[in-house]
C-alpha cells in the first residue's frame, strides 16, 4: 500500500481526472479523501501500487492541467484516515424526510 | 448587448480561427444562427466522427488547433472517437459541444448526455460552461491548453440557454495560467551527461517521434543528426522529420519497421530518443526493448518517461529549446568514430525493407504512386494494411507530409482527415489511401468532398478483407478468417459516381503486366493532376501480407520477414 497526497486547484473535473488516472489502471482505491487547505484542496489516496505504477501516476496526475504538487509517503492504517466518517443512514436523511413527508401527505 | 453565440463565435475569431468543422442539431442552434457573417467558415460534414477527424487533418497538417462543433447528446458522443485520437497523437483540437438548457442538466432531457463526465480521461481541459459571462475566458483558457506543451484536445460544453442569453461583452481576452511550482526550468545542465554518455557509446542510434515535428524542431534536429551521423529511424508519426536520404536514415522502426531499423535499435548501446512515447508498437515486447541500451529522452510531456524502461537522462522540455541547446555544446565535444557501427547499422545486407519487394502488387501500386506525387504533396492514410505499406513506402520530405492515426488506430480516419487537410493547403496534392473496411465507415464524407469541390485524391486498396486483422489470422488464429471476410464489397466506382465524383478501377495487371505499364502511368498521372476530386479503387490480391512483422509478445529482433 502506498499513500498519496495530489494537491490540486479546485476547477472543474480537476478531482475526477486525478482518480480517473487510477481507475483506468484497474488499481484498487481502499481510500480517498479530498478536503480544502489553506490555498488549494488536497486529495490522499491508499492505493495498492507496484514501484512503477507509482511513477506512472506521479507523472500523469503531474499532467493534469490544474494539479499543483504529488506527494508519496508511508501509509497509516486505514482506520486511522476513516476515523472522522461517522456512518450515517442511507439514504440521507432529507430525502427519508422527504418521503415521510409524502407518506403522510398521502394517508 | 451580444448574444451567448455572438460571443463564442468573436472569441474564435480572436484565437485566429477562421474555419470549423461541424453538424448542427438541437442544442447548438443558435451557434449556427450566429454564424453568418462572423468571419468563422463552416464546413457541414455528414456525420460528426466526419467533423473531428477533418478538424484533426487541418490541424495535423498545419500545426493551428482544429475546431469541431456538435450538437448535445449523440452529436456529443459520437466527437468521442475523434478526441480520443487527438489525445493519442497529440493533436491540438478544441472541441464544442451544445447542451442542453442549463435547469435541464442532470435530469436526462432529451439528448442530453454527461459529454464532460465521458471525456475526462481524453481531454487535457474541459468545462461545462455555467454562465454566459464565462464565455471569453473559457475559450481563452482551451485554446491556450490545446496548444501549449503537448499539444491536446479540449472540450467546451455549451448549455442552449446561455447561447441565447445576452450581456454586455468587453471583448476577448487572454488566458495566464498559474505557474506549477513543481515545473522545473529546462537548462543546459544535461549537455555535459549526455556528451558523456555518446563518448562511451559504441553503438549510438536516435529514434525521432512526432514530437520533433510537433515543436518545429525539425531543423534543429536534422542539424544535430548530421553532425552525429548516428544510424536513425523514425516512429510512424516521425515520418518525415529526417530527411530519408541521408545515409544513416533507416526507415521506420517498430512492428513493421525495416529490417535495419529494428535490427539496430535491437543492438544500439546508447538510444537517443527525440519525441516519442515509446508505445508498444514501437518497442515489441517492451521488457526485450532496446536491451543493451542506455536510453537519453529528449521529452515534453513527464508523464511520457519511464513507461517502457527506465531512461538513463530524462531531458524534459520543449525540443525546440532543449535539442539547439546541446547542438550548440556537442558540436565543440570530441566523439568517437562510429563508422564501422554505421557501416553495419546502415550496410546494404539489412537494407533490404521486403524479401519480395517489388513482386508485390500493392507495394508496387503504391510505389507508382508515390512515384508520381508531387514534392510537398500530403498522404492521409486510414488504418490497416495499407497504412503500413504506406508509411513504409513514403519518403516524405515534409515534416506535415504523412498522417496517420497511429496511436488510436482509429479506421475511418483519413477521408475526412483529407477534407481537413486540403481545405488548409489547397495548393497541395493531398493524397487519401484506404483500405475497404475504413472507407466503408466515413463513406458519408464523399458527399463533402462533392460539395466542396475538393480536389482530394482518393485510393482505395481493396482486398474485400478486414486485410490486418486477416494477416493476424492467418499467421496466429490457424487461418480462422471469422468475420473479416468482405467479399460482398458495394462497388466502390458506382458509389463514387453516385457522389458526382469521377472514379476509377485498376486491377493487379496494371501494376505487373509490363505491357500496360505505360498505361497504368498514364493513368495514375491523370489521377493525381486532376484539379477535381478523384476515385481510384486498387483491387489487389486478397491474402497479401505486411513485411516485416513482429508478433505480439516478441522482441524486434525476431521479426517475421516472409511466410514461414
Known amino acids: 500500500m502506498q499513500v498519496f497526497h495530489v494537491l490540486y486547484r479546485n476547477t472543474q473535473g480537476t478531482l475526477m481526472r486525478i482518480l480517473t488516472a487510477v481507475s483506468r489502471r484497474g488499481i484498487e482505491m481502499p481510500f480517498v479523501q479530498a478536503e480544502p487547505t489553506d490555498q488549494w484542496h488536497k486529495v490522499t489516496l491508499l492505493l495498492d501500487v507496484n514501484p512503477r505504477q507509482i511513477g506512472q501516476l506521479s507523472r500523469d496526475w503531474h499532467a493534469v492541467v490544474d494539479v499543483i504538487d504529488v506527494r508519496a509517503g508511508a501509509p497509516k492504517d486505514v482506520a486511522e484516515y476513516s476515523e472522522a466518517w461517522a456512518v450515517k443512514p442511507h439514504p440521507p436523511s432529507p430525502v427519508i424526510a422527504a418521503r415521510e413527508a409524502a407518506s403522510g401527505a398521502l394517508a | ?564
Open chain 2, 1 to 564: 448587448m451580444h448574444k451567448g453565440a455572438e460571443i463564442v463565435l468573436q472569441c474564435l475569431r480572436a484565437e485566429g480561427v477562421d474555419l470549423v468543422f461541424g453538424y448542427p442539431g438541437g442544442a447548438i442552434m443558435p451557434l449556427y444562427d450566429a454564424l453568418n457573417g462572423s468571419g468563422v467558415r463552416h464546413i457541414l460534414t455528414r456525420h460528426e466522427q466526419g467533423a473531428v477527424f477533418a478538424a484533426e487533418g487541418y490541424a495535423r497538417s498545419t500545426g493551428k488547433v482544429g475546431v469541431a462543433i456538435a450538437t448535445s447528446g449523440p452529436g456529443a458522443t459520437n466527437l468521442v472517437t475523434g478526441i480520443a485520437d487527438a489525445k493519442m497523437d497529440s493533436v491540438p483540437l478544441v472541441c464544442i459541444t451544445g447542451q442542453v438548457r442549463t435547469p435541464l442538466i442532470g435530469t436526462d432531457a432529451f439528448q442530453e448526455t454527461d459529454v464532460f463526465g465521458m471525456t475526462l480521461s481524453l481531454t487535457k481541459w474541459s468545462r461545462l460552461v455555467r454562465t454566459i459571462d464565462e464565455i471569453p475566458a473559457v475559450i481563452a483558457e482551451a485554446f491556450y491548453w490545446a496548444r501549449s506543451g503537448r499539444p491536446g484536445p479540449v472540450m467546451i460544453d455549451l448549455p442552449v440557454d446561455l447561447l441565447k442569453a445576452s450581456t454586455e461583452f468587453r471583448g476577448p481576452v487572454k488566458f495566464q495560467p498559474h505557474p506549477k511550482p513543481a515545473d522545473l526550468a529546462t537548462d543546459s545542465a544535461f549537455c555535459d551527461n549526455l556528451i558523456a554518455l555518446l563518448q562511451h557509446a559504441r553503438k549510438p542510434v536516435a529514434l525521432v517521434g512526432a514530437g520533433a515535428k510537433l515543436s518545429g524542431a525539425t531543423d534543429d534536429l536534422r542539424r544535430l543528426l548530421d553532425h552525429l551521423q548516428v544510424p536513425t529511424f523514425a516512429t510512424v508519426h516521425g515520418l518525415g522529420a529526417v530527411n530519408p536520404d541521408k545515409s544513416y536514415y533507416l526507415g521506420m522502426v517498430g512492428m513493421h519497421g525495416t529490417r535495419a531499423a529494428n535490427m539496430a535499435l535491437s543492438e544500439t548501446d546508447l538510444l537517443l530518443v527525440f519525441g516519442a512515447r515509446l508505445d508498444d508498437r514501437v518497442t515489441g515486447e517492451p521488457t526485450r526493448f532496446a536491451p543493451h541500451a542506455r536510453i537519453v529522452h529528449f521529452e515534453i510531456d513527464p508523464a511520457q518517461l519511464d513507461r517502457v524502461r527506465p531512461c538513463e537522462l530524462p531531458v524534459i522540455g520543449d525540443l525546440a529549446e532543449t535539442i539547439p541547446m546541446f547542438y550548440s555544446q556537442v558540436k565543440r565535444a570530441s566523439l568517437p568514430n562510429w563508422n564501422e557501427w554505421r557501416s553495419i547499422a546502415c550496410g546494404p545486407e539489412r537494407a533490404e525493407l521486403d524479401p519480395r519487394g517489388f513482386s508485390e502488387p500493392t507495394i508496387r501500386f503504391i510505389d507508382e504512386l508515390f512515384r508520381h506525387l508531387p514534392e510537398n504533396s500530403i498522404v492521409v492514410t486510414d488504418v490497416g494494411q495499407h497504412q503500413m505499406w504506406a508509411a513504409q513506402r513514403y519518403r516524405s520530405r515534409f515534416p506535415r507530409g504523412f498522417m496517420t492515426s497511429g496511436g488510436l488506430g482509429a479506421m475511418g480516419f483519413a477521408l475526412p482527415a483529407a477534407i481537413g487537410a486540403q481545405l488548409a493547403n489547397p495548393e497541395a496534392t493531398v493524397l487519401c489511401i484506404s483500405g475497404d473496411g475504413g472507407f466503408q465507415m466515413n463513406i458519408q464524407e464523399l458527399a463533402t468532398v462533392k460539395r466542396l469541390n475538393l480536389p482530394v485524391k482518393l485510393v482505395i486498396v481493396d482486398n474485400k478483407y478486414l486485410g490486418m486483422v486477416r494477416q493476424w489470422q492467418q499467421l496466429f488464429y490457424n487461418r480462422n478468417y471469422a468475420e473479416t471476410d468482405m467479399s460482398d464489397n458495394p462497388n466502390f466506382v458506382a458509389i463514387g459516381y453516385a457522389y458526382g465524383i469521377n472514379s476509377r478501377r485498376m486491377r493487379v495487371d496494371g501494376v505487373m503486366d509490363p505491357d500496360l505499364a505505360e498505361e497504368s502511368a498514364n493513368a495514375i498521372q491523370n489521377f493525381l493532376s486532376s484539379p477535381n476530386p478523384e476515385l481510384l479503387v486498387f483491387e489487389c490480391p486478397p491474402e497479401a501480407n505486411v513485411y516485416p512483422m513482429v508478433p505480439a509478445g516478441a522482441a524486434l529482433s525476431e521479426m517475421l520477414l516472409e511466410e514461414e
